[in-house]
């Protein structure tokens, strides 16, 4: 018997929501909601937390939680910055270094996790306060200046078609993951090893292999992402905040979109885009409306 497809809330909630913020906001303050610098706008502040979102994802398809991700990207946006301003390496060898540092970052999560047998969720968040405690050392607790090199912004700035380059990056980041989750074996034995690492380890699949090489991913691309972000809004030492929890928010919301009950890319996307974006749209609306209500 063939499975009826439904529009129903169970799957696309969160384009519904996103529409009704559309169609709220625009009736409230069109002037300031329904222009193209405001999509320009939310896309930009978007893409970066879209990036540490999805790196966030990797492991958990795999049944692992990675809580240094929020730091990852802090500690390796910030070496970006140092090693460029205090010992005068290129860009785009400061940008390899800082990705370099959060493969190993990484590394050293599947090791203590895999090998060592410690809880992910113990593992990376003790992780989070060992590289909170690297970044002081880096930067002396004191936020670094931002970088004079034209490159290095606009490798997130340089605009395209109005918006910001660094969207491309959480395009590109979103469709190789998806592809590689959906249309390969490896993404198969990820699936299998978070959804049943018992049986997926009595069918053959290496599932600590596949753990490890999870949290490698996870904290490579939210290295990339903390460079970004501060090639983007500047150097500072606690972004960390405002990446982590809203990750968390988009991966477990996104599982109950578009195929519910498994943790996906596009509806990961969506939904961080629709729930996320909502908050600062009610923010704006507000400020350009002198914080009167509706």
């Known amino acids: 018997m063939k499975t009826k497809f439904g529009f129903g809330l169970d799957r696309f909630s969160g384009i519904y929501l996103g529409v009704l913020f559309v169609i709220v906001f625009g009736f409230w303050s069109p002037d300031t909601f329904l ?3 405001t999509l320009h706008l939310i896309a930009s502040q978007q893409a970066v937390a879209g990036m540490v979102a999805v790196a966030l994802l990797i492991p958990m398809v795999c049944g692992q939680f990675d809580l240094s991700v929020g730091f990852t990207a802090n500690l390796c946006g910030l070496i970006a910055v140092v090693v460029q301003n205090d010992n005068g390496v290129p860009a785009i060898w400061a940008i390899l270094i800082a990705v370099l540092v959060g493969a190993v970052i990484g590394f050293v999560n ?3 996790v895999v090998v060592f047998g410690v809880n992910s969720f113990i593992a990376t968040l003790g992780m989070g306060s060992v590289l909170l405690a690297v970044q002081s050392i880096v930067t002396n607790s004191e936020t670094p200046l931002p970088v004079a090199s034209t490159f290095f912004s606009d490798i997130s700035q340089h605009p395209l078609f109005g918006f910001q380059f660094v969207i491309v990056y959480l395009a590109v980041i979103a469709l190789v993951v998806w592809w590689v989750l959906a249309m390969t074996p490896v ?4 699936y299998a090893t978070g959804s049943n690492p018992i049986a997926a380890k009595l069918a053959g699949i290496q599932t600590a292999r596949w753990s490890w090489i999870s949290l490698i991913a996870s904290s490579t691309i ?5 460079v970004l972000y501060v090639s983007l809004t500047g150097p500072s030492l606690s972004f960390n905040q405002t990446l982590l929890l809203p990750a968390f928010a988009a991966v477990f919301l996104g599982s ?3 195929r519910p009950g498994r943790f996906n890319v596009w509806g990961r ?3 961080s885009w629709s729930s996320l974006s909502g908050f600062k749209d009610f923010s704006w609306c507000q400020a350009s409306n002198g ?3 509706c």
Request: hydrophobic content about 40%; some cysteine; overall charge positive.
């Open 269 to 271: 996307c969506w939904q």
């Open 35 to 37: 222009t193209a610098d």
């Open 291 to 293: 914080y009167r209500t």
């Open 222 to 226: 939210s290295a990339f992402a903390g």
């Open 256 to 258: 109950t979109q578009l």
């Open 187 to 190: 993404g198969r034995y990820m």
């Open 110 to 112: 599947g090791l203590v």
